[in-house]
């Protein structure tokens, strides 16, 4: 007997990508539990599994940054509660990130991708249901996107919660909107202007050049540092909440289109988002 759920959650992280480096992600994810029958004719309350499964994931990947531990070109290091993360980009440019250990997930991969990180986290699963329960399933499943869409990474120093940790991210939709009328090729533009972008808050910048930026600060959690290589760094002068970029882009674009009404539909992974005029 199988008992499954639906899009039961999803994840918002970043992780490094062998090739395009530092890459915003969001997955919905799906389960099924194989099991027995208990005296109340069920495999397990679904209450108890959403609770249970969206519990460890919020823990274990989301807003974290996953790092592939057989990644090439890869050192991690711990210390007193710590993870610092060094790392090269093909071309030779450097990733450093300096973060509280929650806030860095190591999985046993070479690469991160939707099938290799679902039986990482399926295999400690199980250990969460009753013995009933003899196997689990878990999918994460990519929004279906029809149009224009980029991953990006941030961290907001002023957030409660985890969003606080430095490099955490998104794949998100984008809707460009000039006087009621839907703008598509604007949205590629922006789209491929954002293309695995970090979207750094000018505050946060501690050193810049042509070839780097680094970003550092204190929240709650501990301190985070970040460096990144200048090309894929977006900068804006406010905390980089949805709220915020929608404001940015519809401003930005605003100034483009001086005559028009500007409306920015911008999405924070899925289903989720801020709508912004100008």
Not at 40 to 65: N, T, Y
Not at 196 to 217: F, P
Request: with cysteine.
């Amino acid at each position: 007997m199988k008992l499954f759920v639906d899009n039961l959650t999803h994840v918002d992280f970043s992780y490094l990508h062998p090739e395009r480096g530092l890459l915003g992600e969001s997955w919905a994810v799906n389960l099924v539990l194989d099991g027995s029958l208990d005296e109340q004719g069920m495999i397990c309350d679904f209450g108890v599994v959403k609770r249970r499964v969206k519990q460890w994931l919020d823990e274990r990947v989301d807003h974290c940054l996953v790092v592939p531990a057989e990644m090439n070109n890869l050192s991690i290091q711990h210390a007193e509660g710590v993870t610092t993360v060094e790392w090269h980009y093909p071309g030779g440019e450097r990733f450093f990130c300096r973060a509280p250990q929650q806030a860095i997930a190591e999985v046993p991969l070479a690469a991160v991708d939707e099938l290799g990180l679902a039986q990482w986290c399926k295999d400690q699963l199980l250990a969460l249901f009753p013995d009933q329960v003899r196997g689990v399933e878990l999918a994460f499943i990519p929004e279906s996107i029809e149009g224009h869409f980029y991953h990006y990474s941030h961290g907001l120093q002023q957030h409660d919660g985890n969003c606080q940790r430095i490099a955490h991210g998104h794949r998100s939709r984008i809707e460009i909107y000039r006087n009621g009328q839907r703008d598509e090729v604007l949205e590629g533009v922006w789209a491929e202007r954002f293309r695995d972008i970090y979207i750094g808050t000018r505050s946060h910048l501690q050193a810049e050049s042509a070839e780097i930026h680094q970003y550092a600060y204190s929240a709650p959690q501990g301190a985070f540092e970040l460096s990144l290589p200048a090309r894929c760094c977006y900068l804006i002068d406010s905390e980089s909440t949805v709220e915020q970029i929608a404001m940015h882009l519809a401003v930005e674009i605003k100034q483009e289109h001086p005559h028009e009404q500007v409306t920015v539909r911008a999405f924070e992974g899925i289903g989720k988002g801020a709508i912004a005029t100008a």
